[in-house]
């Protein structure tokens, strides 16, 4: 079936620095990737949306450019949490959606950062 | 615009004990709809899914039927099991490049 590789499942880092998240599509061409962000026990948030080749699209209240969200090929799309702070922790995760219909919608495994 | 709402948690249960857990959408058009798990810590896994009316998805032990009459997509297992214990999401999508609508999740811990 259709996987979706995330890296790195944890991170660690110090305010002000910034984070890069990927993720990768193993065995299909992601046309469209989702970027989530879940709070504890909570629902998952869309924050954007991104199809290879164009600019993401952000949803209401994201700020994209602290979030920024490259996907360039069929294959790759990354976040990058730019000057991170404490409020930023949180657990992200990617899911992918291809041109096939019958993979649907498949998620990353999720990345937990923290900063400190 | 699109919505799915699914029952409050924490569902505690007992071993073996017959499981629902309730999911209503709205939508406009007719929109596939889908169960995920969540283990602690990790991403989410599907767990099944129904893409038109009366279709019923089913996977480990698992039901959903697709009810358009009472636009309802209900989460089934007939005997639990502790390793069932994670939380839940009913979601719905128009269209297979459009996010996944997600319920708020709800969490079943199942005890020996």
């Not at chain 1, 944890?10 to 299909?28: A, H, N, Y």
């Amino acid at each position: 079936g259709a996987v979706v590789s995330q890296h790195p499942s944890w991170v660690i880092c110090k305010s002000g620095t910034s984070v890069k998240i990927e993720c990768r599509s193993l065995d299909f061409q992601a046309t469209t990737m989702f970027w989530y962000r879940q709070f504890p026990k909570q629902s998952l948030m869309l924050m954007a949306t991104s199809n290879e080749g164009s600019k993401a699209t952000y949803e209401q209240g994201v700020e994209k450019d602290k979030f920024l969200i490259n996907h360039a090929s069929l294959t790759l799309s990354t976040l990058t949490v730019t000057s991170a702070h404490p409020e930023d922790s949180s657990f992200y995760i990617c899911s992918a959606s291809g041109a096939n219909r019958a993979h649907g919608y498949t998620f990353g495994s999720g990345t937990r950062l923290t900063v400190v | 615009g699109n919505s799915v709402t699914q029952m409050e948690g924490p569902v505690t249960l007992s071993e073996e004990a017959f499981l629902t857990i309730n999911c209503t959408y709205t939508a406009t058009g007719y929109p596939s709809l889908f169960w995920y798990v969540q283990y602690p810590g990790e991403g989410l896994q599907l767990l099944l899914k129904a893409t038109k009316a009366d279709d019923k998805g089913s996977n480990k032990g698992f039901e959903a039927t697709y009810r358009k009459e009472t636009t309802s997509f209900h989460l089934e297992k007939g005997s639990v099991q502790v390793s069932d214990s994670a939380v839940y999401f009913c979601a719905l999508s128009d269209t297979g490049n459009t996010p996944l609508v997600f319920g708020k999740g709800t969490r079943l811990s199942v005890i020996a």
